[in-house]
């Protein structure tokens, strides 16, 4: 496969994407009301999960369309004085905004099955704390188009037992109380993160398990998708 055939398929994977995330967002926002009153803290803290995540992605994604277009991925802008790689701000940004994502979607599972936090729901909640404070180091090389392996994996190590750790609790208990919307919804987490791994640790070797990405974005779709149709009626039934 050409480079030319695959910088298309991406970018017309990537404006697809950005527009399902964001009309899904919101469909969720103008629903909302029509929430009944017992999944509303649910749907709260799905609807701000996915908004902030769709927030990140325009960052990351949206900068890969410009920078295409443009014609050079190394594109740079001028902030403030410095030179920044446009692809480098948008990886940031939806490194960020993924770290909060997990913590949200711990609220929601919190919400949902009415647990309190322990020593493991603290341990995960301290691995965003610990992932976003690498994030900020500058050895991550965000201006480079080349990732540092060992930060590239350094990072993802705690985004690694967040994401895990919450699919770990929501499969727990929603498999114990037969709730088939958080069961999907656990084991599309799952799927995203056996797509992502193989990326993180292999990318640098085998450049073409990068498009192992597009399922990954689709598990996160496929997330939003169930909550969506399980939380959100067309009608009120508060």
Request: one cysteine or more; hydrophobic letters at 60%.
């Amino acid at each position: 496969m050409s480079e030319t055939t695959t910088m298309w398929m991406e970018v017309g994977f990537d404006v697809a994407y950005l527009v399902a995330i964001w009309v899904l967002v919101a469909v969720m926002i103008r629903r909302f009301g029509r929430v009944s009153k017992a999944d509303q803290p649910v749907a709260k803290w799905v609807l701000i999960a996915f908004g902030l995540l769709a927030l990140g992605d325009t960052g990351h994604v949206g900068m890969r369309v410009v920078a295409y277009a443009m014609g050079n991925i190394g594109l740079t802008v001028s902030l403030f004085g410095a030179r920044l790689l446009l692809v480098g701000v948008g990886s940031f940004a939806t490194a960020f905004t993924l770290t909060f994502f997990y913590v949200l979607m711990l609220f929601a599972w919190q919400a949902r099955f009415g647990r309190s936090f322990g020593w493991f729901e603290w341990l995960l909640i301290a691995c965003a704390a610990i992932r976003l404070v690498i994030l900020v180091l500058p050895q991550n090389e965000w201006n480079s188009l080349a990732t540092p392996y060992f930060w590239s994996i350094t990072r993802n190590i705690p985004l690694l037992v967040q994401g895990l750790g919450v699919a770990y609790l929501i499969l727990r208990d929603a498999i114990k109380l037969k709730d088939g919307t958080f069961s999907w919804m656990g084991v599309m987490i799952l799927v995203s993160y056996a797509c992502y791994a193989p990326v993180i640790l292999f990318v640098s070797q085998i450049p073409l398990l990068g498009m192992l990405m597009m399922p990954k974005t689709l598990a996160y779709l496929a997330v939003a998708f169930i909550a969506f149709f399980a939380l959100y009626p067309k009608k009120s039934t508060a």
